[in-house]
């Protein structure tokens, strides 16, 4: 997995440019999943919206996941980045994990408040809203491709980083980022089964 440093990732931030960028709330009683672009309160600014993103993925299809926790031996740089990819059904190759900024929605819940590491709490504190992200960005995804396709979702099917149509025609997340990024985030994304695990659980 490929690291930035801190200030590399402020940087990243403030110049992101097209894309799709999710967030979501890590102490929320309820892990709401949101696109911080389109605005999260009147007192966020566009500037600030970028630093609260948990996943970004660019129309080159490279994905980036901000890691809430600190590398501590432990392997959350790589465990929760494979999280997202899991439910988003990309390539892990696309994936690499940067350091989360510093903001109140990265905190960890299993710390009482803060955005803290310690305790082995790290996977269990950020396996929902992990999953749940990239399982809102692959939503997204595949409804882009079926608008475009004059489609359903239910009829296309996505893996590694690519939306599948069953005629054989094919878009990556790369070409489908804009587009998704102008659509409302789904209240409920589905999550896998365990069953369906790719990546988690491999040798």
Known sequence: MSRLSRRDFIKLGSTLGAGLLLGACSACNRHAIFAPRQGLGNDVSAQDADMLGWV?????????????SAEMGQGVYTGLAMLVAEE????????????AS???????????????????????????????VGATARAMLVQAAANQWTTTPKNLRTEAGKV????????????????????????????????????IGQS
Request: net charge positive; proline share 9%.
């Open 102 to 132: 510093v903001n109140p929605q990265f905190d960890n819940p299993k710390m009482r408040g803060g955005q803290l590491t310690g305790g082995s709490t790290s996977t269990m504190a950020f396996w929902t809203p992990m999953r749940e």
């Open 88 to 99: 988003l059904d990309a390539d892990f190759a696309q994936v690499s994990a940067v350091p």
């Open 56 to 68: 970004f993925i660019g129309t080159d299809g490279r994905i980036k996941v901000a890691i809430p």
């Open 164 to 199: 599948m149509h069953p005629d054989g025609r094919q878009l990556s997340y790369g070409e489908l980022a804009n587009a998704a990024a102008k659509l409302d985030t789904p209240s409920t994304p589905a999550l896998k089964s365990a069953k369906d695990y790719r990546l």
